[in-house]
């Protein structure tokens, strides 16, 4: 286990997670991934790989203004895509294929990079690993563990799209637009295993052949459910 | 089309516009109001941030229309390309490439329209569409792998030379 005193990372003395020293939160704390340290825990509890739902702080936690308030917005997507491939391929669904567990990898490894691209990015001012829930998905079935991932990927799309508006930095705005094509990628890929031709059907494309839109506000409250943690986007731009 | 090529074409002709906080949220307004129907949220990513303005007074329309004109052929060359495919008689074997590739193709008829209908919207001149030679593609173009992938789209590198001289 290393000291957690990498930007980025909560100071362990500091942490309320002290007053309550359960293995998980202390394993959280000290530097590992919430869901990292989830998987582990659960290993010995329970004898399985699958995270424990709801157990974390339920904190509210503020993503900021401005192009770091979006940048934090768009690591914690990310964390929660990382999280949820993670643990997929921790415990793959029932007759998964290898060509499917080949590419649900590949998207792994890019939401990951992702995720740890932002928390470079965003230096001292990340906001912290949060808690993934898990609860509603049943790893076990395909059919869950595809419709959950393509409800990531959408969201994830209409986020970023969303997002651009509000970017202030044209650097940003350029990685933006670097990742957004990405996860529409594997939105692409993630609907043709649930339905063939549906890759960029008319759920998610519009009559003008735009991919969906939506604002910070209504991405949070679409994942909301998915997060132990509560996250404030009330200081993020608006316009 | 790459919208990140866009967006880095828009960096090169104009890099101090695109660093102004203000400017891009103010042709925002603009946009909306001039035309109308274009709502903020519907614009995608790359569009959204092509947008800059000049110090002073009103945007940088030349370099905005250029940009977009230049989106807008590429824009031309999918959609004939596609459209190519879709009519030619047994070039796609299967229904399920076909319905895909129609999908596909109607985006990109759909890009046109409204790249055209933004650029006249900022009080522009939309670019005619070009006499592309898709000549240079082996007898099967569309390289599809069996597990139903949509290949990258990325234009092909030396994208000059498909565009007729005329432009």
Same mark, same amino acid.
């Given at each position: 286990?290393?000291?957690?005193?990498?930007?980025?990372?909560?100071?362990?003395?500091?942490?309320?997670?002290?007053?309550?020293?359960?293995?998980?939160?202390?394993?959280?704390?000290?530097?590992?991934?919430?869901?990292?340290?989830?998987?582990?825990?659960?290993?010995?509890?329970?004898? &399985? &790989?699958?995270?424990?739902?709801?157990?974390?702080?339920?904190?509210?936690?503020?993503?900021?203004?401005?192009?770091?308030?979006?940048?934090?917005?768009?690591?914690?997507?990310?964390?929660?895509?990382?999280?949820?491939?993670?643990?997929?391929?921790?415990?793959?669904?029932?007759?998964?294929?290898?060509?499917?567990?080949?590419?649900?990898?590949?998207?792994?490894?890019?939401?990951?990079?992702?995720?740890?691209?932002?928390?470079?990015?965003?230096? &001292?001012?990340?906001?912290?690993?949060?808690?993934?829930?898990?609860?509603?998905?049943?790893?076990?079935?395909?059919?869950?563990?595809?419709?959950?991932?393509?409800?990531?990927?959408?969201?994830?799309?209409?986020?970023?799209?969303?997002?651009?508006?509000?970017?202030?930095?044209?650097?940003?705005? &350029?990685?933006?637009?670097?990742?957004?094509?990405?996860?529409?990628?594997?939105?692409?890929?993630?609907?043709?295993?649930?339905?063939?031709?549906?890759?960029?059907?008319?759920?998610?494309?519009?009559?003008?052949?735009?991919?969906?839109?939506?604002?910070?506000?209504?991405?949070?409250?679409?994942?909301?459910?998915?997060?132990?943690?509560?996250?404030?986007?009330?200081?993020?731009?608006?316009? | 089309?790459?919208?990140?090529?866009?967006?880095?074409?828009?960096?090169?002709?104009?890099?101090?516009?695109?660093?102004?906080?203000?400017?891009?949220?103010?042709?925002?307004?603009?946009?909306?109001?001039?035309?109308?129907?274009?709502?903020?949220?519907?614009?995608?990513?790359?569009?959204?941030?092509?947008?800059?303005?000049?110090?002073?007074?009103?945007?940088?329309?030349?370099?905005?229309?250029?940009?977009?004109?230049?989106?807008?052929?590429?824009?031309?060359?999918?959609?004939?390309?596609?459209?190519?495919?879709?009519?030619?008689?047994?070039?796609?074997?299967?229904?399920?490439?076909?319905?895909?590739?129609?999908?596909?193709?109607?985006?990109?008829?759909?890009?046109?329209?409204?790249?055209?209908?933004?650029?006249?919207?900022?009080?522009?001149?939309?670019?005619?569409?070009?006499?592309?030679?898709?000549?240079?593609?082996?007898?099967?173009?569309?390289?599809?792998?069996?597990?139903?992938?949509?290949?990258?789209?990325?234009?092909?590198?030396?994208?000059?030379?498909?565009?007729?001289?005329?432009?």
């Amino acid at each position: 286990m290393e000291p957690t005193n990498s930007p980025g990372r909560p100071d362990l003395a500091q942490q309320p997670a002290f007053a309550h020293p359960s293995r998980r939160n202390f394993l959280k704390y000290a530097g590992f991934s919430g869901l990292a340290a989830t998987a582990l825990a659960a290993c010995n509890k329970l004898g &399985t &790989t699958k995270p424990i739902p709801g157990s974390g702080t339920g904190k509210s936690i503020n993503l900021g203004s401005g192009d770091t308030g979006i940048l934090n917005y768009a690591f914690a997507l990310e964390q929660l895509e990382a999280a949820f491939y993670t643990a997929v391929l921790l415990d793959p669904y029932t007759n998964i294929s290898p060509f499917e567990a080949l590419y649900l990898a590949d998207i792994r490894d890019h939401e990951i990079a992702h995720r740890e691209f932002f928390r470079t990015v965003l230096g &001292t001012n990340a906001i912290p690993d949060l808690t993934p829930n898990f609860s509603s998905v049943n790893f076990s079935d395909r059919t869950s563990v595809l419709t959950t991932a393509k409800t990531f990927e959408d969201t994830g799309v209409s986020a970023y799209n969303g997002a651009g508006s509000l970017i202030s930095s044209a650097a940003y705005l &350029t990685l933006a637009g670097k990742i957004v094509s990405v996860e529409a990628r594997h939105a692409a890929f993630i609907r043709e295993q649930l339905s063939y031709g549906s890759f960029a059907d008319s759920t998610v494309v519009s009559a003008q052949g735009l991919d969906t839109s939506r604002t910070p506000a209504q991405v949070l409250t679409l994942v909301a459910p998915f997060i132990v943690e509560t996250l404030d986007g009330s200081n993020l731009p608006t316009s | 089309m790459n919208l990140l090529d866009v967006i880095n074409e828009i960096e090169t002709q104009d890099p101090a516009g695109m660093d102004k906080p203000g400017s891009r949220r103010d042709i925002f307004k603009q946009l909306t109001g001039a035309a109308g129907k274009i709502a903020l949220t519907a614009l995608p990513l790359g569009l959204s941030g092509i947008f800059q303005k000049a110090e002073a007074a009103g945007p940088s329309t030349s370099t905005t229309l250029g940009i977009l004109n230049y989106a807008l052929t590429l824009e031309y060359l999918e959609a004939g390309f596609y459209k190519m495919g879709l009519s030619a008689q047994g070039l796609i074997p299967t229904t399920r490439e076909y319905d895909a590739i129609l999908t596909i193709g109607t985006h990109e008829k759909e890009h046109v329209a409204f790249l055209q209908s933004t650029i006249k919207a900022l009080g522009g001149t939309p670019v005619s569409e070009p006499k592309f030679d898709y000549t240079w593609q082996s007898p099967r173009p569309l390289k599809i792998p069996v597990c139903g992938l949509i290949k990258d789209r990325q234009v092909h590198s030396p994208g000059a030379e498909l565009i007729s001289p005329q432009l």
